[in-house]
């Protein structure tokens, strides 16, 4: 079963399945960490459906919800 990174809530882990996102954006999330089998954690939702805050082994990243729903994952 899996889902996409903006459906988790704080403090769930998720490994990356895929990026379904134009080449460029793509790229972008590969350069920050998110590559398939890695663990992702989501450390806080932004407020009013703001940004989120999500760590890719030892690096924090702010990522737009609209990104975020661009990474599918499953459970880890």
């Known amino acids: 079963m899996s889902t996409d990174l903006s459906r988790l809530k704080d403090g769930e ?3 990356v399945l895929s990026i379904e996102a134009d080449e460029a954006l793509h790229h972008r999330l590969m350069a ?3 590559r398939i089998g890695n663990p992702v954690t989501v450390i806080r939702h932004g407020r009013f459906r703001g940004p989120l805050q999500v760590r890719v ?3 924090d990243v702010i990522l737009r ?3 975020a729903a661009k990474i599918r ?3 880890a």
Do not use: E, N, Y
């Open 57 to 59: 082994g030892m690096t």
């Open 73 to 75: 994952l499953a459970p």
């Open 65 to 67: 919800r609209s990104d």
């Open 32 to 34: 920050l960490g998110f």
């Open 13 to 15: 882990t998720a490994q």
